[in-house]
């Protein structure tokens, strides 16, 4: 069966029966369910796990030969992550981070601040954006975080309304994706990067 | 708009964030009335946008938004009556889909429209007719409730209808001519 949707175009009815009408449709009380914040919340966390075990699916595989080498990488990985787990504790319970990003020539007058905090979903980001041009009809701008060969969007936004604090999220941590960028981008141009930087900051720097 | 299907297409979860503050209301309202229990509501609700999320690079931007997510709403809520009502449920034996009846493909349709509906309502006079349909307050009372003037409350009620008798005339009897006189009156005043 094919389910075809009703045309939703027609001139508004004029007769006393309207009103009658009107209120039928508006007496079903599922008309009325609030929207709930927490299934809000649950679809985030749910995205977040996604990107995240999807990011995990697309970590290189090894040969043979190459496990050859997991040991003693694996004893310097775990050094690292003792290290990191150290830093983690001694850092527990501070305030975000905060990284400046620097104005590229596309946009010398810009400056940001961007506040980053690790949560169970992946990284809150928010930026504190002066002297960004609002973005042109067409064009947005997309906050990114990257390390040396990918990134990972964080959000999108057009200053339309002036400087302003955005809020930004990505399902990814930190210490792998330390470059936060922003370009500029145009409507319809696909899902990747533009590559036209305007902003950019490290969070190891 | 589209710049949020462009985001939405693109994987962004802040522009799924939008679309559930856009959308969540109507698909809620459809899901309670597939499923009925506010609980397993919610987790329709939940997997709707997950699994739009997921499907969304496969979204057609030159179409409507609305109806692609309210099919996927219906589907899952009607999957997840249909799992309720498995008869084995918790026991050994195994599992057989039940047959499920449910409102038909245009009714939740329908409901999905008046949702939106009232949703796209300015908040001050959707205030005033959640009190009035939902709440069965009449004038006076809404008046009192929110402390401001029953002419307010009068002026705010009839922009509030004849804004919902424009948007969902199609589901509303057939007219002359003209925006209909859908206030009725307050039967109080």
Not at chain 1, 29 to 39: G, R, S
Not at chain 2, 66 to 73: D, E, F, K, M, T
């Amino acid at each position: 069966m094919t389910e075809q949707f009703p045309n939703s175009s027609g001139p508004p009815a004029q007769d006393p029966q309207v009103a009658a009408a009107l209120d039928d449709l508006l007496a079903n009380k599922a008309i009325w369910a609030p929207l709930d914040d927490n299934v809000e919340a649950a679809i985030m966390r749910n995205i977040a796990a996604e990107v995240h075990e999807a990011q995990l699916d697309t970590e290189p595989t090894f040969t043979k030969r190459d496990r050859r080498y997991l040991i003693p990488v694996g004893a310097v990985a775990g050094l690292f992550l003792m290290a990191g787990i150290a830093i983690a504790l001694l850092f527990a319970g501070e305030d975000p981070t905060r990284v400046e990003l620097a104005a590229t020539e596309l946009a010398p007058a810009a400056s940001a601040v961007a506040e980053i905090e690790e949560t169970a979903s992946g990284l809150r980001v928010i930026l504190e954006v002066e002297g960004l041009a609002p973005a042109e009809p067409g064009t947005y701008y997309q906050g990114w975080v990257r390390n040396d060969t990918d990134g990972v969007t964080i959000g999108t936004f057009h200053m339309r309304g002036g400087d302003a604090d955005i809020k930004l999220w990505a399902g990814v941590n930190a210490e792998d994706y330390p470059i936060i960028t922003v370009t500029l981008q145009e409507e319809g141009g696909g899902p990747q990067s533009s590559g036209v930087v305007v902003l950019k900051g490290r969070l190891d720097s | 708009m589209d710049q949020l299907l462009d985001r939405f297409r693109a994987g962004d979860p802040e522009a799924v964030r939008d679309v559930y503050q856009r959308y969540g209301g109507a698909v809620t309202t459809v899901a309670r009335s597939i499923v009925g229990d506010p609980e397993l509501a919610a987790e329709v609700v939940q997997q709707t946008f997950t699994k739009a999320w997921r499907a969304a690079s496969s979204f057609d931007r030159n179409r409507d938004l609305a109806p692609w997510l309210y099919s996927i709403a219906r589907r899952t809520a009607i999957d997840a009556l249909r799992a309720e009502s498995r008869p084995t449920r918790g026991g050994h034996g195994p599992e057989v889909d039940q047959p499920v009846t449910t409102l038909s493909f245009e009714r939740t349709w329908e409901i999905f429209e008046v949702r939106q509906a009232v949703d796209d309502l300015p908040i001050e006079e959707r205030v005033v007719v959640q009190l009035s349909h939902f709440g069965g307050l009449t004038h006076p009372e809404i008046a009192e409730r929110l402390n401001i003037a029953l002419g307010t409350v009068k002026s705010r009620s009839h922009r509030a209808h004849r804004r919902l008798a424009a948007a969902l005339a199609h589901l509303l009897p057939a007219n002359q001519d003209g925006l209909p006189d859908v206030l009725g009156g307050d039967p109080s005043s």
